[in-house]
């Protein structure tokens, strides 16, 4: 059933929920949480269509929040809140709303969004695009006790990446470390095999990719070991090499479906690892309601290495410098070469090779000090002697 309202209050929608619900033959409320997306007018199809599929594993009530500021001087300043209300249907047992916010209004989402939250409900806010610099922070991110992000909607997922760790807060998640969650799956399954030490590791991914980036420090922070990040033609996440002494573990997805797993010692096997769908990301961040410690500490593990050569410059420089390491506190690094201080550098930029020799100086004479009165008289006496 599908209702809708033109400029209309909170109050108004209220009661045309209920309306609904006794209209479907549904007067009880049986919806585990409030789900409140904040997008835009071009984007809002494809996040209520991924909601909508959620909502079949955690029934809710979806608030989507449509800005419409308007162009004009005379749009800006008017406030206007049209709506559409949908139970039943496609929304299956939850409830969906529609929220188109008009001029002023735009700034003021949070007045509007709190009369309609369920009562005594958890609140999940997500941005699929345009996050707030501050989740935690942002009026409706306060009412939240999960909020999702997704770096990689961005146009620089490193810098959004940087940012997310700068102002984390508990309770933010990024749909980029949901998306690795059946590759640390696996790799923790494989690793909890007896295996040796290892020493080093290798995550391919194409360019661009912020999951790459948090695989490899979600590695380098849980193994202890340097980390190369490799770009590759993709899709998405394609390989991850663990050296060990024994041989590689590696687990290789070439066709963005289907991965290899092979081991020392050990037949290869097959493992499915299919790239999810929004719908699945989503119903998998609404399963849990706490603060993910284990995203907190990859985002914030080396976030100040990401921008000497994270995905926003491989892609760029490939050919000259194709892989990022990312190098764990601690990690034995080779002893820098000294040199006496008073000395330059032969190597220093722009310094020849053989600098050209001063020429000599002549030795300049030592300046006598001057006489005194008794030394001149036994001067001149000396002389008149000496003439006679």
């Known amino acids: 059933m599908n209702i809708d309202l033109t400029d209309t209050t909170s109050s108004r929608i209220n ?217 590759s033609e993709g899709p998405g996440l394609t390989a991850v090499r663990l050296e060990t002494a024994d041989g590689v573990i590696c687990l290789d997805r070439a066709n963005g479906s289907l991965a290899e797993l092979a081991m020392p010692g050990q037949p290869d096997r097959h493992v499915a690892l299919q790239r999810r769908e929004m719908s699945e990301l989503i119903a998998e961040e609404l399963r849990r309601l706490d603060p993910d410690e284990s995203y907190e500490s990859s985002v914030k593990f080396g976030v100040s290495k990401l921008g000497k050569g994270g995905v926003g410059t491989l892609e760029r420089d490939a050919k000259a410098a194709p892989a990022t390491k990312v190098v764990p506190p601690g990690a034995d690094l080779p002893p820098l070469p000294t040199r006496d201080p008073e000395t330059p550098s032969e190597h220093a930029p722009g310094a020849p090779k053989n600098p050209p020799q001063a020429p000599a100086q002549p030795p300049v004479p030592k300046p006598h000090p001057p006489k005194s009165q008794e030394q001149k008289s036994q001067g001149q006496k000396a002389d008149r002697k000496a003439d006679t």
């Open 15 to 231: 009661s045309a929920l209920v309306q609904a619900r006794r209209a479907t033959g549904t007067p009880a409320v049986g919806m585990v949480l409030t789900l409140v997306i904040v997008t835009d007018e071009g984007n809002h199809y494809d996040a209520l269509r991924a909601a909508s599929e959620a909502s079949k594993e955690h029934p809710s009530r979806t608030l989507v929040v449509i800005k419409r500021p308007g162009r004009s001087p005379r749009d800006r300043k008017m406030a206007r809140m049209d709506a559409e209300v949908r139970v039943g249907g496609e929304t299956g047992t939850g409830e969906t709303v529609l929220l188109r916010l008009h001029g002023e209004l735009a700034n003021h989402a949070y007045s509007v969004v709190l009369p309609l939250l369920l009562p005594d409900a958890p609140v999940v806010v997500w941005w699929p695009e345009d996050a707030p610099e501050h989740p935690a922070e942002d009026l409706l991110g306060q009412l939240a006790q999960r909020r999702i992000t997704d770096a990689q909607a961005t146009e620089d997922p490193v810098a959004a990446l940087g940012l997310r760790a700068a102002t984390y807060t508990p309770g933010d998640t990024d749909l980029a470390w949901t998306r690795i969650t059946p590759w640390r799956s696996v790799l923790a399954a494989a690793l909890d095999q007896r295996h040796s030490p290892i020493t080093s590791a290798v995550v391919e991914g194409e360019a661009y990719n912020p999951s790459s980036e948090l695989l490899a420090l979600w590695l380098a922070q849980r193994l202890g070991v340097p980390v190369d990040r490799q770009v």
